[in-house]
């Protein structure tokens, strides 16, 4: 089986004025296709660093990261936001959904700038995706109109409308009561087990932790376990 | 793959939706915006259409006091003009004149004798032009002077009689009835001195001839100057409907055919019309400016708007948004606002010139009698043109979206990861 993505000794330090700060020190991980992975360790451990290098959103200043097989160095800021487009789902803390869209607006987006231009075709996608996530029927609801947890489900559906390799979540659960984060866990394990999309989330949940098939727990930069819990305790 | 030419960008559709909710999101914030747009288009829209006005209105003082649509002179006239040579006359017999007439596009000519003299109330003495007019005949085919004749009454033939410019008389203080003497120095040297009464008072409007013309009979011109039957130019009005272009240039033919030399009004009036070019060069630019000043608000409420929206922009490039689709969509929200400030402005401002093309604005009340450099008089009529109204709205919206460059520029820089770190 091909990787999701693959890190080999991947460092990155950032520049505080005349000092030079590493946040991810030499960390070398496969992540294999289908993955349900947490990465967890305390603040300033490196793991927003690890998502964002995973995201392509960064690029590390040492070592090599792979998404789908292909290496994110060297890639200019437009080669990188069309390798987003085209690879990597998100789904962020605070939900971020565009607040002037409805919840189908919003999942919409990713296929425009995907470039489908098949109106028929991105309306069928939006559609059943947001069925997929239990929003059939509050498709033309603005994010204003929603509850929180209703938020996170249009930003997962938001994430695989695009049929990504990899969805990266930074701390998906963190403004959510313990219940709605439970459901959310569960529709992304659900999801993740329908169409094979591989998770990574960064937290500090135990919630979320007892989720994962696979836990990466960092510290200082450095992974500091690896464990996997294959059919893990995610099926409640 | 035609459809990955489109990748990491919105459509125009998307675009524009996007951009009009997120101005109804801070509804005060863009109505202000807009609504100071919408002042300086309209004061750019006025102005323009007033200083078309004026144009406009001096251009037919121009052709319906002064110079015709064109005047035929004598070889060599044409660049003496500024002294009023008498020595380059031409014939005013009738036979040039209907060979003239007989130009497609001529409507009507008269034949005119200009010349320099000094007219006395008998204390006073003011150097003035003079000019014999055809009066029985056709000048007033050509020209509308008796419908400048503001007190008294036109010339006649018959009677020796000159009509006077408004402010002239004013000048030398006299009116209806009182006699002037004119005296001129005659085509051969000698000076010629006559007395006339004044029978009407002109107000054209036109400076140069309310405060320094006097008109008179052509025979007694003539008479005087011992210059039996001569002009020293004919004047020449096309008809309305007529191409000027084309018809000045069958004139031109038909007048060198004749050994004389024809020029247009545009060409007579030239340094007039580089000074109105000048003004509106300099005008145009101050309105510009002033616009471009007035659409700083622009900037303010893209970069603030783009300020607030940091992590939005840091989520859209996670998603697969360019740099150059940020930059656009900021771009797409100034250029809105222009959009609609421009929209609202300019139809005020096309109401209020629809009304004043009508009924005139009142200049006097502003500036009484003083010269405003145009060639206009009383009321001020603004020009309704549907052209020069889109440019404007169009041009609100063009330095609109040039205002909005900076911060859609700054915001299409962002790191996305610090954008998403943004709180």
């Given amino acids: 089986m091909t990787a999701a993505a693959r890190l080999t000794d991947v460092r990155k330090t950032y520049r505080v004025g005349s000092l030079e700060v590493p946040a991810v020190r030499g960390v070398s991980l496969e992540i294999e296709a289908g993955a349900f992975m947490a990465i967890a360790g305390p603040s300033g451990s490196g793991k927003t660093t690890l998502l964002n290098l995973l995201g392509a959103l960064d690029t590390p200043t040492g070592g090599a990261v792979e998404i789908a097989e292909r290496p994110t160095a060297g890639l200019s800021a437009r080669d990188l936001a069309d390798f987003r487009g085209a690879h990597l789902g998100f789904v962020f803390q605070t939900f971020n959904l565009i607040p002037v869209l409805t919840a189908r607006e919003n999942v919409e987006l990713p296929l425009q700038l995907q470039g489908v231009g098949d109106r028929a075709e991105r309306r069928e996608r939006v559609e059943r995706v947001l069925t997929d996530v239990g929003l059939a029927d509050l498709m033309d609801r603005r994010p204003t109109e929603l509850s929180g947890g209703q938020q996170q489900r249009v930003a997962i559906a938001r994430a695989l409308v695009k049929r990504p390799t990899l969805v990266l979540a930074d701390e998906p659960t963190a403004n959510l009561d313990s219940a709605t984060a439970g459901e959310i866990m569960a529709l992304m394990r659900g999801m993740n087990e329908r169409l094979g999309t591989s998770f990574v989330f960064s937290t500090h949940d135990p919630l979320v932790m007892e989720h994962a098939r696979r836990l990466v727990r960092l510290h200082d930069g450095l992974v500091k376990s690896d464990e996997r819990r294959d059919g893990g305790s995610g099926v409640h | ?212 013309t006097f008109l008179v009979p052509l025979v007694l011109a003539q008479t005087m100057l011992a210059m039996p039957g001569a002009a020293t130019e004919i004047a020449v009005r096309f008809r309305p409907a007529a191409r000027e272009g084309a018809t000045l240039g069958r004139l031109r033919g038909a007048a060198a055919e004749a050994g004389l030399d024809a020029r247009g009004w545009r060409e007579v009036e030239s340094d007039f019309l580089a000074l109105v070019s000048a003004k509106r060069t300099g005008r145009t630019v101050a309105l510009v400016v002033f616009l471009t000043v007035a659409l700083v608000g622009v900037t303010n409420t893209i970069l603030m708007a783009a300020f607030e929206r940091t992590r939005e922009i840091g989520m859209l490039m996670a998603l697969g948004l360019r740099g150059a689709g940020v930059r656009r969509l900021f771009l797409a929200e100034g250029a809105l606002l222009g959009l609609l400030g421009g929209a609202v402005g300019t139809l005020v401002g096309a109401a209020l010139i629809a009304w004043l093309a009508v009924s005139g604005l009142d200049i006097a009340s502003f500036y009484g009698d003083m010269d405003i450099g145009y060639p206009v008089q009383d009321r001020i009529y603004t020009a309704f043109d549907a052209g020069a109204l889109l440019f404007g709205w169009l041009l609100a919206v063009a330095l609109a979206a040039l205002a909005s460059l900076y911060p859609a520029a700054r915001a299409s820089r962002l790191d996305p990861v610090e954008a998403l770190r943004h709180v």
């Fill in chain 2, 1 to 212: 793959m035609s459809t990955e030419a489109r990748a990491g960008r919105l459509g125009p559709f998307t675009l524009g939706r996007l951009a009009w909710r997120n101005l109804r999101r801070n509804r005060r914030r863009t109505w202000i915006t807009a609504v100071t747009v919408a002042v300086a288009v309209l004061l750019l829209q006025f102005a323009m259409a007033l200083m078309m006005g004026v144009e406009r209105q001096s251009f037919d003082n121009l052709i319906n006091y002064q110079t015709g649509h064109a005047k035929v002179f004598a070889n060599g006239y044409y660049a003496a003009r500024e002294d009023l040579p008498l020595d380059r006359g031409i014939a005013a017999a009738e036979t040039l004149q209907v060979r003239l007439r007989a130009v497609p596009g001529v409507l009507a000519t008269a034949a005119r004798l200009t010349f320099q003299a000094q007219l006395s109330n008998g204390s006073d003495q003011l150097p003035c032009v003079g000019i014999g007019i055809d009066v029985g005949g056709s000048d007033a085919d050509v020209f509308r002077i008796p419908q400048a004749v503001t007190d008294g009454v036109y010339l006649e033939p018959d009677r020796l009689g000159m009509l006077i410019g408004g402010g002239l008389a004013e000048v030398l203080g006299v009116g209806l009835g009182d006699w002037l003497t004119v005296l001129a120095k005659t085509r051969n040297g000698a000076f010629e001195a006559v007395d006339l009464e004044v029978v009407g008072v002109l107000g054209t409007g036109n400076p140069a001839i309310d405060r320094g």
